[in-house]
Structures are given as C-alpha cells and as structure tokens.
C-alpha cells in the first residue's frame, strides 16, 4: 500500500503545489484509489506511477472546487485510455451526483464504462474479502467527511516444515491445515491446522482527514492508523485564520494525531504563504511546530510517495 500525492496545496494550485488529489496505490492487486481530485489532477498523473486506466475508485471528501474540480475531466480521460471499459466507483458526500448530473447536461462527457455514484453517510461504506472503507463526518464550512482505509487481518503463515515434521503428506491436506482446518492421517492421527500456521498478520490502516477543524470524530476513525493524513493549512499562529476558514493548524494536527494513536503523521493542504521566501514562517517551521507534538510528523510533496509496509508477529521483517 502506497499513498502517492498528487497535490498538497490549499485553494488554488501554485508554482510548487497543485490542489488537492492523493493516490492510494494496491500494488499486488494492480490497482489505486483517488480520493479527491482537484483541478490539475489528471495533468499529475502524467508524472506519477499510477495508471488512469487502473483506477478503481475515487472517494471525494467534500464539495469544494479545490477538491473537486478536477474529476469531469478526469473521468473523461480514463473513456480515451481505457481499452477494456472497466467499472469506477465514485464516493461522496450529498450533492456530488447533483454536480456530476449539471455537468453532464451541459457538457455531456460519453463515459465508455460503467459509472456508479454512491452517496456516503458515517459508517461502513465499502466491504470486500480484504479491505473496509469507513467514514466519519469531519468538522468544516460545508459537509465533509474523513475516510479511514482497513485492511483486514491475514490468516498467519502455514508451517511447512512443521506439517513435514508430523509427517503429513503434501497436497490437499496441507491444504486444509493451512486453512486451520482438522485433518486425519493414514495412521489414525488428527491433526488441527491451527497448531501448523502462525501468528495472524494484523491489517493495514490508512486514514485521509479531508479538510476539518481539530475533529474528535476524526480523533475516533483515526485511532491506532499506520498512517493519518491530516490537513494542515495554517500555523498555529494563524489559528485565527484556522478558525475563520474551518481549516487546522500543523499543532493540531499533531495534537490529533498523538491523541489517536497513530505511528505515523503527514501533512498536506498547505497554504501558499508558508513558500514565501521573504516571509517570517517557513515550511521547515510549519513542521518543527508539528514534531514538537508529534515527532513522527513529515511534509506532504507533490508527487512524493509514502509506503505503509505490513508488521509481521513473526519477528520477520516486512
């Protein structure tokens, strides 16, 4: 799993920062999510080492242009370059099937594949046999939802020279015992396959804020993530600004991510007026203020990549 930026910035693209778009990249599955996608977007992916034509879902957290502006046009890139027209999912919050539907009447954009827009409220929003999206409402100027991605646990790994060791036969009975299921030997013996594989393999989680004020509701989906991507528009000595915009600071964020628990915190959706180089508040102090609460804290780049790697309970190394 990796999460792959697209755009880190706040209100309108700059020179350095596009507005807001972030990849989440299944490698073993060939396949990545979106979640938002501001204008600029599709220009990004250009550079990046995703695929358009393997987007598989796009989550939108709220109905701001700087978070949305982007996806007609997107959409319609991913008609030109699909050779197989292979189903999208589009996520969000009340009004984005209203805006998609406005858009198509004006401008209709001939989607060569299956389209389904699911509005989304707090709770489970997506289940498969590996993974779960939940959403929580955040705390901003209009709706705007946070979402976490789960991974769910793994079946730990099967113990072969152990099975050997017991002299079961390879085949469909190490079949059965590394599903933990009990087995009979030719001599009688019953074996349970939970004594031949190991630990559980805990899931990955993931969690994208959106944009919010300081949120406990973020606090809660967040709690014990690998990773919490959290907005941080503003310094702390800003937070008059924070507040006026329903937006958080870097300390914040920090203050967020320590109370949940994460192991891991970065910041994105940046205000342009921490890249002045003339200016008495840099980059550099926007994370220091962050680490001071959060050590663990990085910067959000445009088009840098951040992988979230599995733990093992093996003493392995991911």
Not at 6 to 15: E, F
Not at 41 to 46: E, G, I, K, V
Not at 244 to 265: D, F, M, N, P, Y
Request: proline share 5%.
């Amino acid at each position: 799993m990796i999460v792959t930026f697209l755009g880190t910035g706040s209100g309108a693209p700059t020179t350095r920062r596009n507005v807001s778009g972030i990849g989440l990249r299944f490698l073993q599955a060939g396949k990545w999510w979106l979640f938002d996608c501001g204008e600029g977007t599709q220009h990004q992916l250009l550079r990046a080492p995703m695929k358009i034509s393997q987007l598989d879902k796009i989550f939108i957290t709220h109905l701001h242009g700087d978070h949305l502006y982007g996806l007609i046009g997107l959409l319609a890139s991913r008609s030109l370059r699909n050779t197989e027209p292979t189903p999208l999912e589009l996520y969000g919050p009340p009004g984005l099937d209203r805006y998609f539907r406005a858009i198509m009447e004006a401008s209709p954009v001939h989607l060569q594949y299956p389209l389904e827009i699911k509005i989304v409220s707090e709770g489970v929003i997506y289940e498969d046999e590996e993974l779960m999206v939940s959403c929580r409402m955040a705390k901003h100027r209009v709706p705007s939802f946070a979402y976490a991605v789960m991974e769910k646990e793994k079946t730990g790994a099967f113990q072969v020279e152990l099975a050997k060791q017991a002299g079961v036969p390879s085949g469909p009975l190490f079949g059965a015992l590394k599903r933990g299921e009990q087995v009979t030997l030719a001599d009688g013996r019953v074996l349970d396959g939970k004594n031949f594989v190991g630990e559980p393999q805990p899931g990955r989680k993931i969690v994208f804020s959106g944009d919010t004020e300081p949120s406990q509701a973020v606090v809660e989906l967040a709690k014990g993530a690998d990773l919490l991507v959290h907005e941080a528009t503003y310094a702390h000595h800003d937070k008059e600004l924070a507040t006026r915009s329903g937006h958080s600071t870097a300390r914040e964020a920090a203050q967020i991510a320590r109370e949940a628990g994460v192991k891991e915190l970065c910041l994105t959706h940046f205000s342009p007026r921490y890249e002045d180089e003339d200016g008495d508040f840099s980059m550099e102090d926007l994370l220091a203020e962050a680490q001071q609460i959060f050590p663990a804290t990085q910067l959000a780049d445009d088009l840098g990549s951040i992988s979230v790697k599995r733990e093992r309970n093996d003493g392995r190394k991911p």
